[in-house]
T-cell receptor
Framework: DTAVSQTPKYLVTQMGNDKSIKCEQN?????MYWYKQDSKKFLKIMFS???????INETVPNRFSPKSPDKAHLNLHINSLELGDSAVYFC???????????FGSGTRLTVV | DQQVKQNSPSLSVQEGRISILNCDYT??????FLWYKKYPAEGPTFLIS?????DKNEDGRFTVFLNKSAKHLSLHIVPSQPGDSAVYFC?????????FGTGTRLQVFP
């Protein structure tokens, strides 16, 4: 029973398309995140939500729009995809500081 | 401007020996420091953390040391096993997010 699951695992799409990545956690955590791992393998936060409320938007282009219908779900919608959006996107959740975040297995997005 | 740095991109260690992974940070206000392990095509997995008010935390084969004056932490793995071969990320926890280093690839050979 996967704690943080995200779908799809792989996504190949053309420039200009709109796509969504879904994330669900069954840990009862209050806070969820989206991280991006770029081609240099650098993991950087994009968004965080606490109990459905946006907490962090780390200067991400507004083509990226997160949506949290409830505290167990945090989806990421990307409009007008660009080549530079190609990366691995990780969803994560956490409850208490210092206890670590639980990450999903990632979605590899390739824009062609 | 990177607040968390791992200056060694890779490390190779013989099985049974100690692996030492290093991490430096710039912000003395971080509350916690964490280490994550990552295998290819998987998400990072939490290994061990340390509060900024402590200088050592141990969990089985894994020990994290924090030197606040030097703004440096290290992860010791002893004895190293082939299954430890992975990328290790150091992270600092701010109030509401984790800031990651660039990772160190550890290879443990027989």
């Amino acid at each position: 029973d996967t704690a943080v699951s995200q779908t799809p695992k792989y996504l190949v799409t053309q420039m200009g398309n709109d796509k969504s990545i879904k994330c669900e956690q069954n840990l009862g955590h209050d806070t969820m995140y989206w991280y991006k791992q770029d081609s240099k393998k650098f993991l950087k936060i994009m968004f965080s939500y606490n109990n459905k409320e946006l907490i962090i938007n780390e200067t991400v282009p507004n083509r990226f729009s997160p949506k949290s219908p409830d505290k167990a779900h945090l989806n990421l919608h990307i409009n007008s995809l660009e080549l530079g959006d190609s990366a691995v996107y990780f969803c994560a959740s956490s409850q208490l500081q210092g206890n670590g975040y639980t990450f999903g297995s990632g979605t590899r997005l390739t824009v062609v | 401007d990177q607040q968390v740095k791992q200056n060694s991109p890779s490390l190779s260690v013989q099985e049974g020996r100690i692996s030492i992974l290093n991490c430096d940070y710039t912000n003395s206000m971080f509350d916690y420091f964490l280490w994550y392990k990552k295998y290819p095509a998987e998400g990072p997995t939490f290994l061990i953390s340390i509060s900024s008010i402590k200088d050592k935390n141990e969990d089985g084969r894994f020990t994290v040391f924090l030197n606040k004056s030097a703004k440096h932490l290290s992860l010791h793995i002893v004895p190293s096993q082939p299954g430890d071969s992975a990328v290790y990320f150091c992270a600092a926890e701010d109030t509401d997010k984790l800031i990651f280093g660039t990772g160190t690839r550890l290879q443990v050979f027989p």
